[in-house]
């Protein structure tokens, strides 16, 4: 179920909320929790179950830490937690990945042994609760919070719909307080009604108007469209992502501010960024303080010299690009990012960062390439198809391919 479908907007949502404001509130985190996983079933009931064992799972792994003695026993409970949820992570997400990229190297050995690809489909939103979870788990390794005891309190935490299928990643400790004591006034269900609202706005009346033109473009053909064409198509497919992604986080921040919970901000006009850097402070912003916390930092983040900065920064862009999808194409953009950056670290954020009208004038036709280039690697999976694409954009380079592979990119 998405919110901007009529079952939610005029069945589940009022049937909820009256609900949700009539009951006590020391039912409410047993209603949000048992709401959040109707409004899960009816878009994903096939993997009800696994959003539930890992609820049960990690509430056990978090009172298993929190009560080891020894370092090397807490150690040991939150290499299991990693294990258990990276492990699925991993495996309804990359395994046919892994094995269609075993299955090309066989092929260029001329081996006639083919692996036999899985029939999976990703459960919704793993890859948001996924994170959600670790970092409630490390937390309670660190002490930063103690275990949570109920059931009922850690599933309405990780079940939260509002912003269970894609976000804001909301942290353990930001929500903690509210998920135990919170209040619900005519103020904050008039604030969150309009937040959802707008962010309702952001994604059918602009996300799904804007993004016709770049299905228009995809029907067409790479190899038919003009250079024009191809500009203005990665413009409106880079229109649509961020009206359809920062809707849906306006449309969840409304709806937990309804519900009597902070959620973060998540986008903060990131196409107004003079800078990849900046960019990148703006745009899913949870994403962003998710890896700087859980892996930048914990790598040695810019403490351990210009070397190891570098190394640390190139395998947080892997991994960002890694989680975003599993294809080729999302590991080229994470490395696109990262070159980016560390050129700007090194060379380019005094001139960008230049408070005269020409750095100003310069800054943004610089980030206007790298938006439109950048969500172009993002949109392609098929490399040929991508290589035509970019040679539409710029054939100033004489870089012409007429075939690609057989097979639409996917929007």
């Known amino acids: 179920m998405v919110f901007s479908s009529l079952t939610f907007l005029f069945a589940f949502l009022p049937i909820f909320l009256i609900l949700y404001y009539c009951s006590p509130a020391k039912y409410r985190n047993g209603l949000l929790f048992t709401g959040s996983l109707v409004f899960y079933g009816i878009g994903e009931p096939l993997y009800l179950c696994?959003?539930?064992c890992s609820v049960l799972v990690n509430l056990g792994i978090g009172l298993l830490i929190d009560r080891s003695g020894r370092l090397s026993g807490k150690r040991l409970w939150l290499i299991t937690?990693?294990?258990y949820n990276f492990g699925l992570l991993f495996f309804f997400k990359y395994t046919n990945f892994f094995l269609e990229n075993i299955n090309g190297v066989l092929k260029l050995c001329h081996s006639g042994t083919q692996l036999k690809?899985?029939?999976l489909t990703l459960p919704l939103g793993i890859s948001f609760y996924t994170f959600q979870i670790v970092s409630y788990i490390i937390d309670v390794y660190r002490g930063k919070v103690k275990a949570d005891h109920s059931v009922i309190s850690l599933g309405a935490y990780l079940c939260m719909f509002p912003q269970l299928i894609a976000g804001p990643i909301v942290v353990y400790s930001d929500i903690r307080r509210e998920l135990h004591e919170r209040t619900i006034t005519i103020h904050n269900l008039d604030d969150g009604l309009k937040t959802f609202i707008l962010g309702l706005g952001f994604k059918v009346l602009l996300a799904n108007r804007v993004g016709t033109l770049w299905n228009e473009v995809c029907t067409i053909g790479f190899e038919s469209i003009s250079t024009p064409l191809a500009w203005l198509g990665s413009?409106?497919?880079?229109?649509?992502?961020y009206f359809d992604f920062c809707g849906y986080s306006l449309m969840a921040i409304g709806l937990g501010?309804?519900?009597g919970f902070t959620i973060p901000e998540n986008f903060h006009h990131p196409y107004l960024s003079r800078s990849v850097t900046d960019f990148w402070r703006r745009w899913h912003i949870t994403l962003g303080a998710w890896f700087r916390e859980y892996v930048y930092i914990p790598l040695g983040?810019?403490?351990?010299?210009r070397i190891r900065t570098i190394v640390n920064l190139g395998i947080v862009w892997l991994l960002t690009g890694f989680w975003h999808g599993a294809a080729w194409n999302f590991i080229l953009w994470g490395v696109f990012i990262f070159l980016l950056e560390i050129l700007e670290?090194?060379?380019l954020l005094p001139v960008l960062n230049h408070k005269s009208i020409a750095a100003h004038i310069f800054s943004h036709i610089y980030m206007i390439l790298y938006i439109l280039v950048s969500w172009t690697i993002f949109a392609i999976s098929d490399f040929n198809q991508l290589a035509m694409y970019l040679a539409r954009m710029f054939p100033f380079f004489?870089?012409?391919?007429k075939s690609g592979s057989a097979g639409m990119p996917r929007p």
């Open 257 to 259: 501010k309804m519900l």
């Open 301 to 305: 983040g810019n403490r351990k010299g």
């Open 81 to 83: 937690g990693l294990l």
């Open 235 to 241: 413009l409106a497919y880079s229109m649509q992502l």
């Open 398 to 401: 004489g870089i012409d391919r």
């Open 345 to 347: 670290k090194n060379l």
């Open 50 to 52: 696994l959003i539930i």
């Open 117 to 119: 690809l899985l029939e």
